[in-house]
């Protein structure tokens, strides 16, 4: 994944915007609450790894 996402500048602003668009879509989904925050974890860890500037 690092790989594919390389051409793009990934900076935190980018991280922070990427995952705000995934509050609606799991809000809507049909599942606990538990299982929600578990995918949210995964997620910010993910978004962490992908990071690939500092710039703003």
Same mark, same amino acid.
């Given at each position: 994944?690092? !790989? !594919?996402?390389?051409?793009? $500048? +990934?900076? #935190? *602003?980018? !991280? $922070?915007?990427?995952? *705000? @668009?995934?509050?609606?879509? &799991? /809000?809507?989904?049909? #599942? @606990? %609450? *538990? &299982? $929600? /925050?578990?995918?949210?974890?995964? &997620? %910010?860890?993910? @978004? +962490?790894?992908?990071?690939? @500037?500092? *710039?703003?």
């Amino acid at each position: 994944m690092a !790989r !594919r996402h390389a051409p793009f $500048k +990934i900076t #935190m *602003e980018a !991280r $922070k915007v990427w995952l *705000e @668009s995934y509050i609606p879509v &799991l /809000q809507a989904l049909n #599942m @606990s %609450d *538990e &299982l $929600k /925050q578990s995918f949210w974890n995964y &997620l %910010d860890i993910f @978004s +962490i790894w992908m990071m690939n @500037s500092n *710039e703003d």
